[in-house]
């Protein structure tokens, strides 16, 4: 089991190297998320805002995307902003890859705490990290598909474990 273990660290190490090296590349990323995140911090932090609106006189983000939420350009924005002086580290939009791993993290938690085997929550972790497409939005980043799957995978560990627990609260917040 302790094979396993390293390997899947190793290949989570993989991963999180890939997105850092990798600049923003996906069609999502470069077409929409990172020119949204661009223009919601120059409404933000620009003198002259964004098409001549800033936050002073209309208050939040006045621009919609017509399909997605704002959070994804808002995590993209803070993920430029807060790595704007790091230049090896540039491009690298970081919550994508930390959504990633924490999806990792709470199927194997979900799994040991039902299960109450550490080495079946391994084998969760190593099955959760090695799906290709799970590490290929990892990667790419811009892709909201990551943030679902990682909403899912949180509902469903409380929800499992609500149920073990006969506990309403946890069962509740997992719906």
């Known amino acids: 089991m302790t094979l396993l273990s390293v390997f899947t660290l190793i290949y989570v190490g993989i991963i999180v190297a890939e997105n850092v090296m990798t600049p923003v ?11 949204w995140a661009a223009r919601f911090l120059s409404f933000d932090m620009e003198p002259n ?19 997605h939420s704002a959070t994804i350009y808002q995590i993209s924005a803070f993920s ?7 230049e090896w580290l540039r491009g690298w939009l970081a919550p994508w890859a930390v959504a990633w791993i924490s999806g990792g993290m709470v199927v194997t938690g979900a799994v040991q705490a039902v299960s109450k085997r550490a080495w079946l929550g391994v084998i969760a972790a190593y099955m959760y990290v090695s799906r290709p497409l799970l590490g290929n939005h990892a990667v790419l980043s811009a892709y909201a598909d990551l943030w679902v799957t990682t909403g899912v995978c949180v509902s469903a560990g409380l929800l499992v474990i609500g149920l073990q627990l006969s506990n309403n609260h946890l069962i509740a917040i997992s719906l």
């Open 25 to 35: 590349s996906s069609w999502d990323g470069l077409g929409y998320w990172t020119n």
């Open 49 to 67: 805002g964004f098409n001549g609106r800033v936050r002073a006189e209309f208050g939040s983000f006045p621009f919609t995307h017509p399909r």
């Open 80 to 86: 430029g902003f807060d790595l704007r002086e790091t």
